[in-house]
């Protein structure tokens, strides 16, 4: 089975890249003590004032740091095994390959136009370019027309179906929560503190919701698009979810509340984790789909 060399160097390029710009994050230090900043719309926000996320909020500062240990400690981990099982052949490789990618894909888009200008700002545009490119060569690596007929009768197609909906409503609600009572109140979202626009919530409401969504209405339909798509937001899900329960807790102990309704992605997180498992162990041998063909 051929393998794509491009592939892999731009996996190699995001697993080094990425090591350094979360290693950076994680350990910098240095800088003027946290001072207090007035934004735009009149807010008096807390600056973090340390390291390389200095300019940010202490509130997104630590949300930052989190993802940072996350992608050091599960994300590159993730993207070496993933790697090595893509090297190995098969489609579980493939599946484990793109939704790892499809993390960092979401993490430096996500640093690249939320996050404040720093000295790694050219690194975050490195790595959103190439986890795009990596991204979408994991994604033509596979097979669509006969992703259907890859997995096993017991894979939970209906429960994971059922998953995408939660994931669709639990980050709708995390920000239509903070932005309709801003918009009735003709105020602005509290969450957006010192910073111009919300951009995470543009690329969740607009990108990730949607096609959570549709993942799981084709997963319901046995439609080759949806098993593709639920795999993969499956996969990437289990480090997002871990990123984001990290954030929460990091947040916690800095002294930022955090609303009740919000630590429940620590129960999306376990059963996000639990779907992935099932999702690859019902993946079919080669062997399986070489029969399928004939």
Known sequence: MNKSKSLIVLTVLIGLLSAVAAGIGVFSRGGEAPAEFTSLHGQVVQLYGQGLYRLESVSTAAQAIAQDYVTLFLGLPLLIVSLWQYLRGGLRGKLLLAGTLGYFLYTYISMTFAANYNSLFL???WLSTL???AFILSIQEIDLKQLP???SS???RRGIAILMFCMA???SMLHLSR???ALLSGTVPE???HYTSYN???LDLGLIAPTTILAGILLLRRQPWGYLLAAVLVIKGVTLATAVTAMMINQALVGVKIAPQEMSITLLTVVTVYFAVRLLANVRSEPALSEINR
């Open 123 to 125: 690194l975050y545009v």
């Open 131 to 133: 986890s795009l490119f």
């Open 149 to 151: 007929y890859a997995f």
């Open 154 to 156: 017991k894979l939970p």
């Open 169 to 171: 409503l639990f980050v």
């Open 179 to 181: 932005i309709i009572p």
């Open 191 to 193: 969450v957006l503190e």
């Open 200 to 202: 995470i919530a543009a």
